[in-house]
């Protein structure tokens, strides 16, 4: 079975069409709700997922949130429900999160503005004007987030298989043509290795998660590597023995993880 991903910004109706592609394809759908409870089932705290969503920098101030935590969460979550290679994916950046993944379809959803301004006054009641102006706050934020998270520029279209107008082809008819896309072989035909890639990029991202979760200063930590499924190698530097040991436990006790090989070395911040 196929996985894809769903972008688009408010008024495109990215979200009526993901619904429709998983319901007429038989596929799990993971937007906000669902990958909220997949983060709980991982044992992600709750207080830490407030508010998961494309947002700009400024955000995880108001949530008194680590945005490194908050962004290893976020990858974490996208990862574990990539592993089985199926299902709809809206938005969380998983277009970017995933572009390795040589079986998931990503999907662009657009509209002209006037389009978009119709949507939403029609629906919320609200004028043409504060219709703008709620379109361009969220573009601004979507922008921004994956700017800042990833360093990549929302409108590239390199970064999609599949961009369509709903403007032309409407709700049903775009799920229509994703629908189609998702017929074909090549999206079809999902590698073990590419599962495998998936399941261990799960583990990384929840061992980084909770090493930052712990309140270890991150910029200490160097890097996790997970060569093998279960085995996760910790490499960077720590200030006192203690420190590394937290950083060592921490990712011990990450669910998945059978071995840990420790390479963190301790250097001591100078004149303590």
């Not at 301004?117 to 922008?143: H, P």
Request: aromatic content about 6%.
């Amino acid at each position: 079975m196929p996985l894809v991903t769903i972008s688009g910004g408010m008024g495109t109706g990215f979200g009526k069409i993901a619904g429709l592609v998983a319901a007429k394809a038989g596929l799990e759908l993971y937007d906000d709700q669902k990958l909220h409870s997949e983060a709980i089932r991982m044992g992600i705290r709750a207080k830490d997922l407030k508010g998961i969503d494309e947002k700009a920098p400024g955000f995880f101030d108001s949530l008194r949130v680590n945005p490194e935590l908050y962004l290893d969460i976020l990858e974490s979550v996208v990862y574990s429900v990539s592993r089985s290679g199926q299902g709809v994916i809206i938005g969380h950046g998983s277009q970017i999160l995933l572009r390795e993944f040589g079986c998931a379809l990503h999907t662009l959803v657009h509209a002209p503005e006037e389009y978009r301004i119709r949507q939403i006054s029609g629906k919320n009641q609200m004028s043409e004007g504060g219709a703008r102006k709620l379109i361009n706050k969220s573009d601004s934020e979507r922008r921004g987030f994956l700017r800042f998270a990833y360093h990549i520029d929302w409108d590239d279209l390199s970064h999609y298989d599949l961009v369509i107008n709903t403007a032309k082809l409407g709700i049903e008819g775009a799920a229509e043509v994703i629908l189609h896309s998702l017929r074909l072989q090549v999206i079809n035909e999902c590698s073990l290795q590419a599962l495998d890639a998936i399941e261990r990029l799960t583990l990384q991202k929840r061992a980084e998660a909770a090493v930052v979760n712990a309140g270890l200063q991150y910029y200490n930590f160097s890097h996790v590597e997970v060569p093998e499924k279960g085995v996760v190698v910790v490499t960077g530097l720590a200030t006192t023995e203690e420190e590394k040991a937290e950083m060592v436990k921490a990712v011990s006790s990450t669910p998945g993880v059978t071995s840990v090989r420790d390479e963190v070395n301790v250097m001591p911040v100078p004149g303590y």
